[in-house]
C-alpha cells in the first residue's frame, strides 16, 4: 500500500480537477463537505441507459463524466472542508494489471489542509502473497512519477 500526503497540492488539485490524468479511472464514491454534506455513490443505474447503452456498460461512473459535476461542486473562494474520492480502474484494466485483483483502489482525502492518497487492492482468491499489492504500487507509483504527483 502507498500512502502519503501530497506535497504539491495545488498541482495535483488542478490536474485531477482541471486536467485528463485521471480521466481513464472510474470514480466508486465521493463525499465532499462545503457548505453542504454530498455524499456520491457512483454506481451507474443501468435502468436508466437504453438497452444499446448497456452493453459496454462500467459498473461505475468514469471520472471523466464526473469531474465536470464535481468541480462545480468544490469551485469558489473557499477550499472543502472534506473530500474523499475513491477511484479505480476500470475491470479490463484491473486484470492486465494483475490476474488476481478483483479491484484496485485510489483514495484521495483532503481534510485540515492536507491532502493524502492511499491505494489500495482486495484480491479474487485469498492468497499470503503479496504480488497484487505489490504491482498495484509499482504502477500507480509511475502514474504519480509520470503526472508530477509528489508524495511525502
Known amino acids: 500500500m502507498l500512502s502519503g500526503n501530497v506535497e504539491n497540492k495545488k498541482q495535483f488539485m488542478s490536474l485531477l480537477l ?7 479511472l472510474l470514480i466508486r464514491s465521493a463525499v465532499l463537505r462545503t457548505s453542504v454534506l454530498y455524499e456520491i455513490d457512483c454506481t451507474l443505474d443501468k435502468n436508466w441507459f437504453d438497452s444499446d447503452e448497456q452493453t459496454n456498460l ?3 461512473a468514469s471520472w471523466a463524466d464526473m469531474r ?3 468541480f462545480s461542486l468544490i ?14 480502474p476500470n475491470a479490463e484494466a484491473t486484470e492486465k494489471i494483475h490476474g488476481n485483483a478483483a479491484a484496485l483502489f ?3 482525502v ?13 484480491q479474487k482468491q485469498f492468497t499470503l502473497d503479496k504480488a497484487v499489492e505489490i504491482t498495484w504500487d509499482e504502477y500507480a507509483a509511475k502514474f504519480f512519477k509520470h503526472n508530477g504527483i509528489i508524495l511525502v
Open 106 to 108: 485510489i483514495n484521495i
Open 18 to 24: 482541471k486536467g485528463t490524468a485521471f480521466d481513464k
Open 110 to 122: 483532503f481534510e485540515n489542509n492536507t491532502l493524502s492518497v492511499t491505494t489500495g487492492c482486495s
Open 68 to 70: 465536470p459535476i464535481l
Open 75 to 88: 469551485k469558489g473562494n473557499r477550499l472543502p472542508g472534506y473530500m474523499k474520492l475513491i477511484l479505480s
Open 58 to 60: 462500467e459498473k461505475y
